[in-house]
């Protein structure tokens, strides 16, 4: 199936509630985590992604440097997989945490079993990311870089970053916005969203 670009939610759009099953291994497997539980972050990063999809495989280093940096600087980072297990069963639970440990995850990684907060977030591909400020409110969307499978281009999750820091610095975010390209949410038979 050819790429997918995220459907860039509205900049302003308040962060979609969640609570959903963690599967880092930060935590006992299935621990839930809230979008509350990040209140009293000054940035807060969604990102969905998932095991198998080469777009993330591309990045998973890069995703784990941003899990560390969390830590350090005081920003919110979530993961969420919101793949049918049922037809891609290497995104299931089990795998999620095996692959978490694998890359070293400092994140939360939890699954949206019924893409219900998919749907919330308007998350369309594997990588999609999301960067809400201290008030829950969307501020960047878009792609981590301009790295893509098989180019030559470095993963620096320069574009990403940026946002990030844009926003721990008060500041604006007044740079073009691109899209994220990645491979398609695997949707359920019959839950497909209007927008996908």
Known sequence: MPPVESTMLPLGT???????????????PGTLVSLESFRGCKVLVVAFICNHCPFVKHIVDELSRLGRDCTHKGFGFVAIMPNDVSTHPGDAPEKMLEVAKANGFEFPYLYDEDQSVAKAYMASCTPDFYVFDANFHLVYRGQLDSSRPGSDEPVTGRDLRLAIDAVMSGQEIEWPQKPSIGCSIKWKPGNEPEYA
């Open 14 to 28: 308040s962060a979609p509630d969640f609570s959903l099953p963690d599967y880092s291994g930060r935590t006992e």
